[in-house]
């Protein structure tokens, strides 16, 4: 049950307090943390500029979220089925995890009996670029940013001034101190497509002797959209690919980091893998952006304020504190592989997040009894899953 002072705690953490603000925002960027920040500015009443560039492709792995992102989008009148129809996107009730602690299998289901999706990246932003363009005060601009400069009085890109500017650009930005994640886990990964699928509704998470393996389910198509994950210090990369050839659709590597601060200067601030990428573990990095949009937005009445520049910038911190905490607390009991990468991180993860950590801000109760006891052997009930 959550007690009284939890409650507040989570109160604070995700109740919205956008504030209103009907001065001008630009975006850089139109990837998945660019589309998926716009509706927390559309609630706030901002003018959105979007500018980005076309000879710098988005990421576009295929992704998966969790219920904050849903709940994002249905404030700006899209529905899941709207993009289920388009064959855009497939239903995602949880997470069903193979080989994870002591348990051959075990599912995480979303506790609020709410509803999630997986999405084709490339196609899904195409089509919010599509209904933001039409139906809100949103312009999208394909035009590089190479400087932006920033004065007492407003922000500028491109010859336009802006109130304020949030970096939406990818990997690429180095625009602010990154920290190097305390608890690295996987750090690269092959995407390949399986056929047919495993699960109808959930994403797999499947270890593997080198980390693990996500598969997004699109019955549909009877396909799975995949990604073989691992760490190059343990793992050799030339043997990965080896394993792949022929089926490699795109080999991403990438360093485990964190910006220090959300809001980085009076008028800027960042989003997406600008701002914090570690792996794809349980779909957390576009809940994030969800949260850290609305705290953007948040910042936006009150621009110059440093109180609210330093109390919102404690609050990323302890978010993503508590986000590696929860992390680390799926590889407490390691894997059935007890290969060097899952010995080492198993350690790491009893030192990182220790047993007498009970609870976190991110997860409910629900969610931390069913990795608990799923990694146990056990189900939410406390039966044995091995039978
Ligand atoms: C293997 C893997 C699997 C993942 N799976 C998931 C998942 O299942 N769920 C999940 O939540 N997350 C997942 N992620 C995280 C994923 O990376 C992000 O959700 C997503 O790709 C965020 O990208 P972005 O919008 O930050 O940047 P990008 O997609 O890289 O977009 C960058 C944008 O900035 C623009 N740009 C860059 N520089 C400039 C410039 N100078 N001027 C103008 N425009 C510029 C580009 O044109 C582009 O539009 C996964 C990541 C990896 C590596």
Avoid at 233 to 251: A, P
């Amino acid at each position: 049950m959550l007690n009284e002072e939890k409650t507040r705690e989570l109160f604070e953490q995700f109740t919205t307090k956008i504030t209103y603000f009907t001065g001008d925002v630009a975006i850089i960027g139109k990837g998945t943390a660019s589309l998926l920040m716009i509706p927390s500015l559309i609630r706030s009443g901002a003018n959105i500029t979007i500018f980005h560039d076309s000879e710098t492709k988005e990421l576009g792995v295929g992704e998966s979220t969790v219920p904050t992102v849903q709940k994002q989008l249905t404030s700006v009148n899209l529905f899941i089925y709207q993009l289920i129809k388009k064959n855009i996107a497939s239903y995602k009730t949880g997470v069903r995890f193979f080989g994870w602690g002591d348990s051959e299998k075990f599912d995480h289901p979303f506790g609020s009996n709410d509803l999630a999706f997986h999405f084709y990246t490339r196609d899904f932003n195409k089509f919010l670029v599509e209904h933001y363009s039409k139906n809100f005060n949103c312009k999208f601009i394909d035009q590089k940013v190479d400087k932006v400069f920033e004065d007492d009085g407003g922000v500028y890109i491109n010859g336009s001034k802006f109130d304020a500017v949030v970096h939406a650009s990818g990997w690429s930005e180095n625009l602010t101190t990154y920290i190097s994640s305390p608890f690295e886990t996987v750090n690269s990964g092959v995407t390949f497509t399986e056929y047919p699928h495993t699960a109808y509704t959930s994403t797999v998470h499947r270890a593997t002797e080198d980390g693990w393996q996500f598969e997004l389910p699109y019955p549909e198509s009877n396909k799975s959209r995949c990604g073989y994950l691992f760490n190059r210090k343990f793992s050799n990369e030339e043997s990965i690919l080896k394993k792949f050839e022929g089926r490699v659709e795109s080999y991403l590597k990438w360093n485990p980091r964190y910006s220090e601060k959300l809001i980085v200067s009076k008028r800027q601030a960042l989003i997406g893998n600008a701002l914090f990428f570690f792996e794809p573990l349980q779909a957390f990095s576009t809940h994030y952006y969800c949260v850290f949009s609305d705290m953007i937005a948040e910042y936006l009445g009150n621009i110059g304020d440093q109180k609210k520049i330093d109390s919102l910038n404690t609050r990323y911190t302890n978010l993503i504190l508590d986000y590696l905490r929860v992390i680390a607390f799926h590889y407490k009991k390691g894997s059935k592989y007890k290969t060097p990468y899952w010995i080492d991180i198993q350690k790491r993860a009893n030192q990182f997040c220790p047993d007498d950590i009970t609870s976190f801000r991110f997860f409910t109760d629900f969610d931390y009894n069913i990795i608990k006891n799923g990694i146990n052997g056990e189900n939410f009930i406390g039966e044995t899953l091995n039978e």
